[in-house]
């Protein structure tokens, strides 16, 4: 199955959570069924001391599946394993209209690159990606050549993804 792919890029403090999370609140409105790939530093947990679910992964459990009426979620301990890749982890998602994949600086699909004035570096990825097909800032760039939007405007970013990912109706 081919997917729609789309990524929200750039450096630590660059907004790109918070685009991301309008954006998926954006695109839902529209009626489109929207997953996420969030890339995080290896030393992360979503699963905190004292749950059965950490109980059974410190037991030395691979995958502890927890489920509910509500969610469910599975995590995988890597266990020495290498970190999957992109491709690994869209593999193992359900069916839907998009996925939008935030981080992930050095993959090949089509990314905006997020820019803030109080980013962690403001070293253009750009310059370097040719897979970033657009940027948004909190501050007026000049001289890029690919389309820039304010990165408050999560409309016409939307309109834009649904664009470039040939999900407009």
């Known amino acids: 199955m081919m997917r729609r792919v ?47 679910s950490f109980r059974h992964r410190h037991a030395g459990a691979t995958e502890v599946a927890i489920v509910s009426g509500r969610r ?12 999957p890749t992109l491709d690994d982890i869209l593999s193992r998602l359900a069916p839907s209209d998009i996925v939008l994949v935030e981080g992930y600086k050095r993959e090949m699909h089509s990314k905006l690159e997020t820019r803030r004035l109080e980013a962690k570096d403001r070293a253009p990825l750009s310059a370097s990606d040719p897979h970033i097909v657009a940027v948004a800032a909190d501050f007026t760039v000049s001289g890029e050549s690919l389309p820039v939007f304010d990165l408050d405007d999560t409309k016409s970013i939307a309109d834009f993804v649904e664009r470039a990912t040939g999900l407009a109706r």
Request: charged share 30%; aromatic share 8%.
């Open 72 to 83: 469910w979620a599975l995590m995988h301990e890597l266990r020495g394993e290498d970190e």
């Open 6 to 52: 789309f990524g929200i890029t750039g450096w630590k403090n660059s907004g790109k959570t918070t685009l991301t999370e309008k954006l998926v609140a954006e695109l839902a409105r529209r009626g489109w069924k929207v997953s996420t790939v969030k890339h995080a530093h290896h030393d992360f947990d979503i699963d905190k001391p004292g749950t059965d």
